[in-house]
């Protein structure tokens, strides 16, 4: 079973802060992916990656970084974290061009509270 | 540019009636489509895929058919359990190396026994 797993379930965080989101998965997933999840809206790419070093900005990306150092860990960087940042952070990663597009697989998700 | 509309939720069903979510979908190519589910306190995992037009796919009682005439893929189940519960996303992707996905907004499905 591919596993992608959150470094946590609940993180709460003060306006100013720098915060760290950690993924990592066993599958050897070329891609990796960071959306953020809010009422109303659905799911919203902040950024990607598609081999290691490699980052793309997704749809939303003013406010975060994301680092890419070894294949299985992509993490996602909140630089001076707001209130408006206050959200449901999932991660997923997918085979690259070899595999099954499309197909993504997601982490438990970390609930983000800045306060 | 590319995009996924589908039904707003939330629906509620009793136990064992029929379900239809609807996703409509505009593309400018031709993409696979996709149905994921988030249940309660989880992260999304995919439910069914289908990859041309015509083609239907299926997972755990769950039915859609990639309708190209009507840009539609709606998702179906004709006896809903309380388990079934859940978010569904539509979704679509062009594939190629990196696989993204656009979604829809999700409909929250609550089924009561």
């Known amino acids: 079973d591919v596993k992608v797993t959150q470094s946590s379930r609940y993180l709460v965080k003060r306006t100013g802060e720098k915060v760290f989101l950690e993924c990592v998965q066993d599958m050897d997933h070329e891609n990796m992916f960071w959306y953020r999840q809010d009422p109303g809206l659905g799911l919203r790419l902040i950024y990607f990656s598609y081999d290691v070093k490699m980052k793309e900005k997704g749809d939303i990306p003013e406010g975060y970084s994301v680092s890419r150092e070894k294949k299985e860990r992509f993490s996602l960087i909140l630089e001076s974290a707001s209130t408006n940042q206050t959200s449901m952070y999932l991660c997923?990663?997918?085979?690259?061009?070899?595999?099954?597009?499309?197909?993504?697989?997601f982490g438990p998700g970390t609930r983000l509270t800045v306060t | 540019g590319d995009s996924v509309t589908q039904m707003e939720g939330p629906v509620t069903l009793s136990e064992e009636a029929f379900l239809t979510i609807n996703c409509t979908y505009t593309a400018t190519g031709y993409p696979s489509l996709f149905w994921y589910v988030q249940y309660p306190g989880e992260g999304l995992q995919l439910l069914l895929k289908?990859?041309?037009?015509?083609d239907k796919g299926s997972n755990k009682g769950f039915e859609a058919t990639y309708r190209k005439e009507t840009t539609s893929f709606h998702l179906e189940k004709g006896s809903v359990q309380v388990s079934d519960s859940a978010v569904y996303f539509c979704?679509?992707?062009?594939?190629?190396?990196?696989?993204?996905?656009?979604f829809g907004k999700g409909t929250k499905l609550s089924v009561k026994p």
């Open positions: 979704a679509l992707s062009y594939g190629g190396s990196q696989g993204n996905l656009i």
């Open positions: 997923a990663s997918s085979f690259g061009a070899s595999g099954r597009p499309g197909e993504q697989y």
């Open positions: 289908a990859t041309k037009a015509d």
